[in-house]
């Protein structure tokens, strides 16, 4: 099952994926920050694959919170820029409740003016969930002296045989980065717009659907 999420469409909400089928969530919004709740229960064998652009304006919380059951998967991905003085806090947790079960959770973002941004959340493996796998990434870029970011991921590991790991960052762009564009002529700004244009676009990869992708892409270029 394939399903988008625009605007409007964001609120409190949950899913479960059946045995063995797969669900594709695509999350868009280019308008108010809508504060949710989106729980998905993936079952046996299934998969669950998600990705979020959120370059709206505003402050609240999201939260997404994953159940894998026996053998299932999650890929999750998203992309979040906080600008002016908006508030932004993404909660994202994968619970790894039965064995063999794997999950990547990617959180990139970007702030600067007097934006605020915070990623968080768990990534569980319970006890008897053994061969599962989980990773969780959390990056922020800060642009200016007056905007925060704050990277928080945390690993809870009740068993042996697993595969577990998180990174978090957050910190202004590689200046080694920002160098080598100046040395082939670049502008400042336009060596840090291109880079996070690379830091921020993987996320449209992630979109099934072309008319949306086109759109996060269009976003994206317009918000850095």
Known sequence: MDLVLLHDDIKDLQFEVKEGETFRLNIAN?????????????????????????????????????????GASCDWHLASIGASDDRKIFDTSVFHDEPKSKALMSNYGITRDHGRLSFSGVSEIKKYARGSATRQEAKIIIFDPTSVGKAAPILNIDEND???????????????HIFYLLSRGLSLAEARRLLTLGYLKPVVNY?????????VDKAIEEGV
């Open 30 to 70: 280019f308008k108010e920050f809508k504060p949710c709740k989106i729980e998905i229960n993936v079952r046996k064998n299934a998969i669950f694959e998600g990705a979020f652009a959120d370059l709206s304006h505003g402050s609240g919380k999201a939260t997404i919170i994953v159940h894998l059951d026996e």
């Open 207 to 215: 979109f099934f659907d072309e008319s949306l992708r086109e759109q």
């Open 162 to 176: 697993v595969t577990a790991s998180h990174s978090a960052s957050c910190g202004k762009l590689n200046e080694d």
